[in-house]
T-cell receptor
Framework: KAGVTQTPRYLIKTRGQQVTLSCSPISGHRSVSWYQQTPGQGLQFLFEYFSETQRNKGNFPGRFSGRQFSNSRSEMNVSTLELGDSALYLC???????????FGPGTRLTVL | EDKVVQSPLSLVVHEGDTVTLNCSYEVTNFRSLLWYKQEKKAPTFLFMLTSSGIEKKSGRLSSILDKKELFSILNITATQTGDSAVYLCAVFSGSARQLTFGSGTQLTVLP
């Protein structure tokens, strides 16, 4: 079975721009969660989608949003980028909401 | 607020040594505790623990959970340089319905 895939793997943007990241879960997995990883804050939960609905959201500003499609693929959008948004964005999928989460390779976002 | 604390923050050992990594937690409505290994990329799943006292084992790695004392340990025996990584502990809360991660333990295994 193919693992979780994320595109793009690397992205460089400037302040004020917006960005969309994509995540394809493991086949059959319906829950997709997004995390931000930085050296200072570690891995922090952004949000979780299940059956095309956002089920849970972490403590991030409204500039961070996402969606899930009927094939369980998910996208995450960050608008009005700030320097502090530079991070590794990880997506994880699981069969059901309480099952083990398997991570994708991440998208490394650099904001200049 | 859910909290996961890992110790030590970093550890340097030589090949062949045995290491014990610690994870303590405070979460409401505990459901499970997970261990991940992260090298330069995505965390890879190691173990999921839900019951106290039952050891999970995979090769040289093993882990156990103590739900009364609210901690877990990850043991690695006969360490190899390929074990060098950040080991992350995460707890799933049934109330928050999300994973809360610790800051990780950076393990370096020297030849």
């Amino acid at each position: 079975k193919a693992g979780v895939t994320q595109t793009p793997r690397y992205l460089i943007k400037t302040r004020g721009q917006q960005v969309t990241l994509s995540c394809s879960p493991i086949s059959g997995h319906r829950s997709v969660s997004w995390y931000q990883q930085t050296p200072g804050q570690g891995l922090q939960f952004l949000f979780e989608y299940f059956s095309e609905t956002q089920r849970n959201k972490g403590n991030f500003p409204g500039r961070f949003s996402g969606r899930q499609f009927s094939n369980s693929r998910s996208e995450m959008n960050v608008s009005t980028l700030e320097l502090g948004d530079s991070a590794l964005y990880l997506c994880a999928s699981s069969l059901a909401r309480t099952d083990t989460q398997y991570f994708g390779p991440g998208t490394r976002l650099t904001v200049l | 607020e859910d909290k996961v604390v890992q110790s030590p923050l970093s550890l340097v050992v030589h090949e062949g040594d045995t290491v014990t990594l610690n994870c303590s937690y405070e979460v409401t409505n505990f459901r499970s505790l997970l261990w991940y290994k992260q090298e330069k990329k995505a965390p890879t799943f190691l173990f999921m623990l839900t019951s106290s006292g039952i050891e999970k084992k995979s090769g040289r790695l093993s882990s156990i959970l103590d739900k009364k004392e609210l901690f877990s340990i990850l043991n690695i025996t006969a360490t190899q340089t390929g074990d060098s990584a950040v080991y992350l502990c995460a707890v799933f809360s049934g109330s928050a319905r999300q994973l809360t991660f610790g800051s990780g333990t950076q393990l370096t295994v020297l030849p």
